[in-house]
């Protein structure tokens, strides 16, 4: 794996290497066949800029290459989030907050970053754009080959793939169900969705203004630490407990269904390392994972909510949405007012069920996937191919989307072997715990890469 954003600050700071070469590798990598559709804009100029502040250095981000998912306002540039209607929009007059906050940290911005059309989706295909393949950021290897290259995941894609090629330390991008962390997982990257109020929003084009997070990928869990500091404009207390202090919990009802192979090999084999290294992990029902489907029979937040945003510009440019897109969007047309309001009263009753049954637990792992890759051939665009596509969208949000309906926060870590499809595990509880998942996250990251 490529050093991480802390070392290679380090190095700067030590004068063992220069800012602009540093941007220049970003910038190979990021114009390589690698990063192939991963970037809808690249900006040279404004990295190389940054770059040759010469106070840059002192800054938290120190004027390292950033991206941002093509769903972010940045002043100057067109938002039109992976999408044809929105492309001859006016150009934002202000950043957007994250934006705002990484700039002020030092970021580079690298460039605009690739995404599922509207963020509506898990898998990663974009009809208008390309889609970028997976790239294995453990051994600095396409995922598959170049004859069956794998979905990179959705709908942050193309900021997983500059995260996992080096041409970008963080990526910038939004988990509505699992958009950060199902990437990360296929990328074998870090993904982390912390609890949604602790980055505004605002400025970025909404899927679902009730679960809709502004997060980050990185390369490692201590960068992940830093991207979200800046991006919550808060400190992460350090913690100096060992692993055997804190309570784990693993689920079998939902999380662990339908495991391919691969998965739960990698997965139980972490398990095995982790309990090895002194942690205490119990098994419990949370039966309440099996009420997720009822409760969303109507629909859910996602469709109802976007329709809401896109109602106007699907009558009047329709027939440029993917058209997989549009037909989640539509869906949310059919829900009723009182179905709207009764969701939102029994989430609410459900969270708190939830919360109550995981007092005295610090975190719950679970995979982040029950599945590896695909090929894209397997759901690229075509009718022919929908069924795949939704099957396999329905597989990769499940477990993520879990977390986004508690309103909780969870991190994915890279848990396969050098030869094996990226796998990730999550450690996940209900909201505002970022701290402690944070922290764990710290303590398992070296376990799981040992293992």
Known sequence: MKADLIATRQSLIEGKSHPLDTAEACLDAAQSSACQHAFLQITPETLRKTASQPAIAGQALAGLAVSVKDLFDIEGQVTAAGSMVLQNQS?????????????????????????VEFAFSGVGINPH???PAAWDALTGRPVGDK?????????????ATSVATGAAFIGLGSDTGGSIRIPAALNGIVGFKNTARRVPTQGAIPLSTT??????????VRDTVLAHEILSGRKVPQAHKPLSSYRLAIVQSVMQDGMDSTVSHAFE?????????GAQIQEIPLRELLEIGPMMATGGFSPAESFA?????????????????????????QMAAHEYIHLLSARANWIARVEAALQGYDAVLSPTLPITGPCLSDVAPGPERDAEFFRVNALLLRNPSAINTLDG???????????????????????????????????????????
């Not at 004859?147 to 900021?159: E, W």
């Not at 209900?430 to 998942?437: K, L, P, R, S």
């Open 409 to 451: 926060c969870a991190i994915s870590l890279p848990c396969h072997a050098p030869g094996e499809l990226p796998v990730g595990l999550m450690a996940w509880h209900t909201a505002m715990h970022d701290d402690t998942i944070l922290q764990l996250a710290l303590l398992l990251e070296p376990i799981l890469q040992t293992h």
């Open 147 to 159: 004859h069956a290259p794998r979905i990179p995941g959705g709908s942050s894609s193309g900021a």
């Open 91 to 115: 150009p934002a007059q202000q950043d957007a907050p994250a934006i705002a906050r990484l700039r002020a940290a030092g970021a580079g911005f690298i460039g605009r970053t690739n995404m």
């Open 129 to 131: 754009h390309g889609t």
């Open 211 to 220: 679960l809709d997070t502004v997060c980050a990928m990185t390369r490692t």
């Open 309 to 333: 945003w896109h109602r106007d510009l699907l009558a009047k440019d329709g027939d440029q949405y993917d058209p997989r897109v549009a037909q989640r969007i539509q869906r949310g047309a």
């Open 269 to 277: 084999r972490s398990l095995a390392a982790l309990r090895a290294a």
